[in-house]
């Protein structure tokens, strides 16, 4: 079992920053692929980004390729979502993942899942 708890949202104007959190629990974290994903008011959930179990690969949705970068602490059990150059379209509520057995995109077939964290970026 893995617990994941997202932290770093808040409000941004556009062009600025945020660094998104995701702690995990249990000692298996190193084991896991992780993503990030987002859902925005009225719209379904999308991949944002994912990295594999040892942060060796990494890959990213076009819409934010360039502008957010996903990294791995495994001592930390934690992953993060570095969020720069924001534009209002970015906001959502952006949640981790963890995946055992799978590497890709399809939020559905990740094993667990965090509460979210809102991120709204101002015009």
């Known amino acids: 079992q893995v617990q994941l708890v997202e932290s770093g949202g808040g409000l941004v104007q ?6 998104l959190s995701c702690a995990a629990s249990g000692r ?12 925005a008011p009225g719209k379904e959930r999308e991949f944002v980004a994912r990295i594999t179990f040892n942060g060796g690969v990494s890959a990213y949705a ?6 957010f970068t996903i990294s791995r602490d495994n001592a930390k059990s934690t992953v ?7 534009k209002p379209e970015d906001t ?15 939020g559905r077939l990740y094993d667990y899942w965090g509460q979210g964290t809102q991120v709204t970026v101002s015009s």
Do not use: P
């Open 28 to 39: 298996t974290f190193g084991s896991y692929n992780m993503g990030w994903f987002r859902r």
């Open 92 to 106: 959502a509520v952006y949640s981790c993942a963890a995946a055992r057995n799978y590497w890709g995109q399809e």
């Open 14 to 19: 556009a062009g600025g920053s945020l660094r």
């Open 80 to 86: 993060y979502l570095q969020m720069n150059s924001l």
């Open 62 to 67: 076009d819409s934010v390729k360039g502008r």
